[in-house]
């Protein structure tokens, strides 16, 4: 078996938000194979992120990003106690979430907000034009309605900063290491001379 040292658990720890004890027995789990314990932990923190997801989070910040005076976002984004909330980790997060909104344009915070009406017609749009098999075509119409809001929904879009991840597999991670669930409660996006 591989000597563990405390430097790699201690970064373990740091970068997937487990404890110190987790973090050993993923390494010794891992064989002190390091990057497949980091992957190992971090699936099961977004596992445990996931059960998360139906707290209720009533505290948080109100974060903004300007970029050069011409186009800027403002976010709400909401944890479960003001203790995370005032952490410059969370703050960082909603800064950077706004600079998502700002640079992407989404429309919509998740696909549950596109309004029924909005995707009602993009599906008549795309049953029109639809020439596949017939056996498959809900499963078809579904990826291209999807897919075709996919850039307009904020938890869809690549995340700007690390385009591997969607901003929602992003968020996961944050809920991960603070052990809380964060939810985008909505945001703004102004452009200079651009109206809705």
């Known amino acids: 078996m591989a000597e563990i040292s405390i ?17 050993k027995k993923a390494l010794v789990e891992a064989d002190g194979d390091f990057d497949k314990a980091l992957e190992a932990m971090r699936k099961k923190g977004l596992t445990k992120a996931e059960k998360r997801g139906d707290r209720e989070t009533r505290e948080g910040v109100v ?18 106690t003001s203790f995370v909330a005032k952490t410059d980790e969370f703050k960082s997060l909603a800064h950077q979430l706004a600079m998502q909104v700002a640079s992407m344009n989404p429309l919509y915070v998740s696909e549950a907000d596109i309004p029924a009406d909005v995707k009602e017609a993009k599906m ?3 049953e029109a034009n639809f020439k ?23 938890m869809d879009q690549p995340y700007i900063l690390d385009d591997s991840k969607t901003v929602e597999q992003f968020i996961k991670e944050a809920i991960a290491k603070t052990g809380e669930n964060i939810v985008v409660k909505q945001f703004k996006r102004i452009e200079l001379g651009v109206t809705e």
């Open 63 to 80: 974060d903004s990003y300007i970029h050069d005076g011409r186009l800027g976002a403002i976010i709400e984004l909401n944890c479960e």
């Open 7 to 23: 430097e790699s658990i201690k970064k373990l720890k740091e970068l997937s938000g487990v404890g110190l004890t987790d973090a």
């Open 124 to 126: 008549k749009e795309f």
């Open 132 to 154: 596949g098999p017939e056996n498959m075509k809900e499963q078809i119409l579904g990826g291209q309605i999807k897919k075709a809001f996919s850039d307009k929904v904020l």
